[in-house]
């Protein structure tokens, strides 16, 4: 497969997988006065559980900010809150959380 040559062409490519396989899904933009620095690119619904990713190209690093905002939103509960560099690696999560469901 192909490495998207941008993160915003892999968010682009995740989301689209996302959205042709199930759940709901929305790109989060940071903008406007309203919105929240560090919140992961990617939310959903998936199967009763909100899951988060956050897109990186190969080898980024969560600045301090998005990681004590995903420290955050997994100590309130049901938030799967996970860092991603592919879309074979957005694959493996879900798989892993439909296999835990069926457990």
């Known amino acids: 497969m192909r490495i998207p040559s941008s993160e915003a062409a892999l968010q682009a490519t995740i989301l ?5 396989h199930g759940g709901w ?3 989060y933009h940071v903008s406007g006065k309203y919105s929240t620095a ?3 690119d990617i939310l959903g619904a998936y199967k009763g559980r909100f899951v988060a990713f956050e897109v990186k190209r190969p080898g980024g690093r969560l600045t301090k900010l998005q990681a004590a905002t995903h420290k955050k939103m997994r100590e309130q509960g049901k938030a799967s809150v996970f860092v991603v560099d592919s879309l074979d690696k957005v694959k493996e999560l879900l798989y892993t959380l439909d296999r835990r469901e069926r457990a």
Do not use: E, N
Not at 16 to 20: A, D, E, F, I, V
């Open 38 to 40: 560090g919140v992961p």
């Open 16 to 20: 689209r997988w996302l959205r042709s």
């Open 25 to 27: 899904w929305v790109k």
